[in-house]
């Protein structure tokens, strides 16, 4: 990690000045399912990282402890982004399900539009947490199953949806992370779910 | 205090950066996009400084952390510092002013528009 930062700042490629409005779409799945491959595939930018860092305590604890005296945990998570419009700007990021992560996700990503569950099908127990976690967090998400092509198994969606136990209202689709348009058909698959939600919302009274 | 050499993880240079201040804007979201409203001045803390470069075009907070190598944390500690000195101002993001505001089908078109542009 950190390698992937930008070492030459002044070859960015600034938003346009009417930029007024960020939105954050946060993928989310465990190690090299392919939440870095799928943020390359559809960034406008080379995929950023950044990272967070928390005291045990929690951010605003008592100054007169002295930063040596407390335990600090890091979590990092790359990011690229997709300038929809003039004045609007979506970031995806790509965050890792362990459950140190899970603790920063009010302060990281709350307003977050929704989220993109990414699974490998050799290794489905990583989103067992990760779906748990949105539930509780009430994000509305989708899954998305990144295809390895040496994966043997070639579960069928509705095999991986069983496994998964996932409600019938949520999407599930196939994807590859490597391939620009199936990235962007992820990316709409959640923000037509999230569209029809909030028409739903919108015509009850 | 002796300004120790840059080196991202190291608790005392986080502790140099913030003057010992581990209470964060919390105002400043991930992707609220900031903007200078003037230019550095000499004499002025080099990431403050810095910041106020990046920021000549509107750049989004989780940008500025990536760009000058720092956690989110400290970078809003900075910003809320520029911010009270009138030097950026903070375009913040619709979605995320309460964590209970679900975004409107409306603005879910305009990003629907946007992505099928790609
Ligand atoms: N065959 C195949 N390989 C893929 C696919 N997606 C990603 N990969 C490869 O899988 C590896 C891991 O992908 P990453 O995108 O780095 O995964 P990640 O989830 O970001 O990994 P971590 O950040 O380390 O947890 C890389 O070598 C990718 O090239 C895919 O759809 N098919
Ligand atoms: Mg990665």
Same mark, same amino acid.
């Given at each position: ?14 938003? /346009? ?5 960020? @939105? ?20 406008? $930018? ?10 045990? /305590? ?10 040596? /005296? ?11 982004? $997709? ?6 700007? !979506? ?68 095999? $991986?949806?069983?496994?998964?136990? !996932?409600?019938?209202?949520?999407? @599930? $689709? ?19 779910? !999230? ?11 | ?118």
């Amino acid at each position: 990690m950190g390698s992937a930062v930008s070492e030459l700042p002044s070859r960015r490629t600034p938003l /346009a000045d009417a930029a007024e409005t960020g @939105l954050k779409i946060v993928i989310v799945g465990g190690f090299g399912v392919g939440k870095t491959t799928l943020v390359r595939s559809v960034s406008e $930018i080379r995929p950023l990282n950044t990272e967070e860092v928390m005291t045990q /305590a929690g951010v605003g604890v008592d100054e007169t402890h002295g930063v040596a /005296a407390k335990t600090t945990t890091t979590v990092a998570f790359d990011f690229g982004r $997709i300038s929809l419009n003039e004045r609007m700007v !979506l970031y995806l990021f790509g965050a890792p399900g362990q459950e140190r992560f899970w603790f920063l996700w009010d302060r990281l990503f709350s307003g977050t539009l929704g989220a993109v569950v990414l699974v490998d099908t050799r290794r489905m127990d990583d989103s067992w947490y990760a779906i748990d976690r949105l539930e509780h967090h009430k994000t509305p998400f989708v899954v998305a199953v990144n295809r390895f092509d040496n994966d043997p198994s070639r579960y069928s969606l509705d095999e $991986i949806r069983q496994a998964l136990a !996932l409600p019938e209202h949520v999407p @599930l $689709i196939d994807c590859d992370a490597r391939v620009r348009s199936s990235g962007k058909d992820v990316l709409i698959t959640l923000v037509n779910h !999230l569209y029809e939600q909030a028409m739903t919302r919108e015509m009850t009274p | 205090m002796i300004r120790r050499p840059v080196d991202t993880g190291d608790p005392d240079r986080l502790y140099t950066v913030t003057g010992g201040r581990s209470r964060a804007d919390d105002a400043f979201d991930l992707v609220t996009l900031v903007v200078s409203e003037c230019a550095p001045t000499a004499g002025m803390q080099s990431e403050h400084a810095r910041i106020l470069d990046l920021c000549r075009h509107p750049t989004a907070v989780v940008e500025i952390a990536a760009e000058l190598k720092l956690p989110i944390t400290v970078v809003r500690i900075l910003l809320g510092d520029l911010l009270a000195m009138g030097n950026i101002t903070a375009r913040h993001p619709r979605a995320a002013q309460s964590v209970a505001s679900l975004p409107d089908s409306a603005l879910l078109q305009e990003v629907l528009h946007g992505l099928r542009r790609l």
